[in-house]
């Protein structure tokens, strides 16, 4: 028989994801987010490889980074709005946590996997945040996907980004927005 948790069932039910620009300070201090990224750290992981690692951006590296990714955005010729989309999250963070995607050589557990692991981290990250009353997002955009903006954290080779999980004190709570219809996104098999 099992043995329900309505309460982390209600939580599952109702989260929502806070926009990043709506986070502000106090954010958690260093045992807080040691919390929360062991909550993390317990995504299925396949092999037990743990393909991930995670770097903390704190609010004094945010003007560095946010440089970095306006001089990479004109360095590619990218329009002034995308540019300034890349640039904004560091603008305007106080705290996130990149989750590396680390692949490791394995016989038996696909690269493909690897990656689900660390897509998985950054959800668990966004739900500890969620669930211990902080407001938080899950971010990526055109400087996550860039090898050059990459080297700016001291990414390996055969690391990349994931997300950037931003955590903050939420300033206001966003609408609900539409979910996706279960029922049409789901085939039943019955034999």
């Known amino acids: 028989m099992p043995n329900p948790n309505p309460s982390a069932l209600d939580f599952l039910l109702t989260r929502r994801s806070r926009p990043a620009k709506t986070l502000t300070a106090p954010v958690p201090d260093r045992d807080t987010l040691r919390t929360l990224l062991t909550a993390a ?7 037990k490889l743990e393909p991930w690692r995670f770097v903390v951006l704190e609010a004094g590296a945010m003007p560095r980074l946010a440089q970095a990714a306006q001089e990479r955005g004109e ?3 990218l329009d002034p709005e995308q540019i300034n989309k890349g640039r904004s999250q560091f603008d305007q963070g106080h705290l996130a946590v990149v989750v590396i995607e680390v692949q490791k050589p394995s016989e038996k557990i696909p690269a493909l996997e690897q990656t689900y692991s660390a897509g998985a981290v950054c959800l668990a990250l966004l739900n500890a945040a ?3 009353g902080w407001g938080a ?3 990526s955009g055109w400087p996550s996907h860039d090898r050059v903006f990459m080297q700016t954290l001291g990414l390996a080779d055969h690391e990349r980004i994931a997300g950037l ?5 939420e300033t206001s709570t966003p609408p ?5 219809d279960v029922d049409a996104i789901t085939d039943w098999v019955t034999s």
């Open 176 to 180: 609900d927005r539409p979910r996706p």
């Open 137 to 139: 997002n899950w971010l």
């Open 41 to 47: 750290g317990r995504t299925p992981d396949h092999g």
């Open 130 to 132: 969620l669930a211990a």
């Open 165 to 169: 999980i931003h955590i903050g004190t």
């Open 75 to 77: 360095a590619l010729g």
